[in-house]
């Protein structure tokens, strides 16, 4: 890490404004409103909602992850700490097993044992800290940053969602968060309703996305070509187009910009209740991804890459039994 490099919520932190936005949002789980589905429940009274998490979060899973983008994982990896539950139910979810089973499988963190978590990741030497699935425990995860960057963190920290974020939240992350890491799922409101129960999808990650653009604008590199600031939008292809790839990556590059980084994947693979939907049975054909390719294209997207069809999927399988799920 570049000794003079400091990641954006150090200035908070140091301004105190860091411990106002903390205050401010754990205030909200008392009629929980972090995400869309504003549940209203009093999750600091254990109460829990849609994402079946109530004051404490639960961690599945904190490791040097090297499979992300190579921006992100660079060569010492990225520090990912894998958030149990979810806001969304997608029944393709590669994360299934720990997005969508009771949370209290997987132990409950204090913050100060999160903030732990946190600096150990850094003295393993990984590149940031990655928030993987986290709409749903920001003021957790924010507690804990800002104890741990009295310690001494300095990771960088990556916001890595499913894209169905509330805007209010995201704007108490400003300054907070380095690097956006959405999923832009679907482009069709009733597809995102049938295969992840999410409402309003559409129109609530383009909003998200805005956002998030409006605070770190496009991704930039250090000296060694690692990601320190920036939005990077994932769009993963399915078959039968029941992603909207062409209508999902026009409205990005007019609604948000042309110059986003986008991550295109091709790793969709039949998994968790997939089965049940007879259009999602199998991965998606060489046709289908070469179409998305040019759909990127078509679109005037400037920024970005694609992952190699012959790639995927058997590399995306993650096993959060192992202490690194991926490999």
Known sequence: ???????????????????????????????????????????????????????????ASICDHHGEEPVLSGTAGAGTVFVAGCNLRCCYCQNHQISQQDVTAFPAYSMDALAAAYLDLQARGCHNLDWVSPSHVVPQLVEALALAIPRGCRLPVVYNSNGYDDVSTLRTLDGIVDIYLPDLKYADAGVAQQLSAAPNYPAIVLAAIREMYRQVGDLHLDEQGVARRGLIVRHLVLPHNLAGTREALRRLAEKVSPTVTVSLMAQ?????????????????????????????????LENGWAQELQQAPEHYRPDFRDEHPFE
């Open 1 to 59: 890490m570049q000794q003079d490099y400091l990641p954006a919520a150090v200035a908070l932190a140091n301004s105190g404004e860091l411990a106002e936005r903390v205050a401010a949002l754990r205030k909200r789980l008392s009629s929980c409103d972090i995400c869309p589905h504003h549940c209203a429940i009093n999750r600091l009274a254990g109460e829990v909602g849609r994402c079946g998490v109530g004051a404490q979060a639960h961690i």
């Open 268 to 300: 969709y693979y039949p998994v968790h209740r997939a089965a049940e939907t007879s259009s999602l049975m199998r991965t998606i054909t060489a046709e289908e991804y070469d179409e998305a390719l040019d759909a990127f294209a078509d679109a005037g």
